[in-house]
């Protein structure tokens, strides 16, 4: 238990200060979407939702499922997006932007995917 506290003691207390700033925000009546859009940023730049998704993770047999169940949509809903602005932009003649972008956004899912497979056939510790 030690370990795990050392080890995710700054995303614990992270967390604990969002959750404070977001009920002291929504007590003075701030607007909700302005907490989201600071909170989503908050979040973004401090790894917060890294390591919670960690946290989540290390719960037994439960936890890695609770993870894929909201990542791999994720990528999912990213590469739908990235496909509707490809079409909105071949009509508008960006064809040879489009190819490269799409390629670039192909390769990095592939990267993710054989970062994912490295990750777990070579062991860290």
Same mark, same amino acid.
């Given at each position: 238990m030690?370990d ?11 967390? =604990?200060?969002?959750? /404070?700033a *977001?009920?002291i925000?929504? =007590?003075? %009546? ?5 907490? #989201?859009?600071?909170? /989503?940023?908050l979040? #973004?730049?401090t790894h917060?939702?890294? %390591? #919670?998704g960690? *946290?989540? =993770? &290390?719960i ?8 894929? /169940?909201?990542? *791999? ?7 739908? &997006?990235g496909?509707?602005?490809s079409?909105i932009? *071949?009509?508008? %003649? ?5 190819t490269s972008?799409r /390629?670039?956004?192909? =390769?990095?899912?592939? %990267? ?8 777990n056939?070579i062991?860290?510790?």
């Amino acid at each position: 238990m030690n370990d795990f506290l050392s080890q995710y003691k700054k995303y614990l207390i992270l967390w =604990a200060l969002i959750l /404070v700033a *977001i009920v002291i925000a929504l =007590a003075l %009546g701030i607007d909700k979407k302005i907490l #989201l859009i600071a909170t /989503v940023i908050l979040g #973004l730049f401090t790894h917060v939702f890294s %390591g #919670l998704g960690a *946290i989540i =993770a &290390m719960i037994p047999w439960v936890g890695p499922l609770i993870v894929k /169940v909201f990542t *791999i949509p994720f990528f999912w809903l990213l590469n739908a &997006m990235g496909y509707f602005v490809s079409i909105i932009a *071949i009509k508008k %003649g960006y064809t040879k932007e489009v190819t490269s972008s799409r /390629v670039l956004t192909i =390769a990095l899912l592939v %990267g993710i995917v054989v970062g994912y497979i490295l990750g777990n056939l070579i062991p860290l510790n």
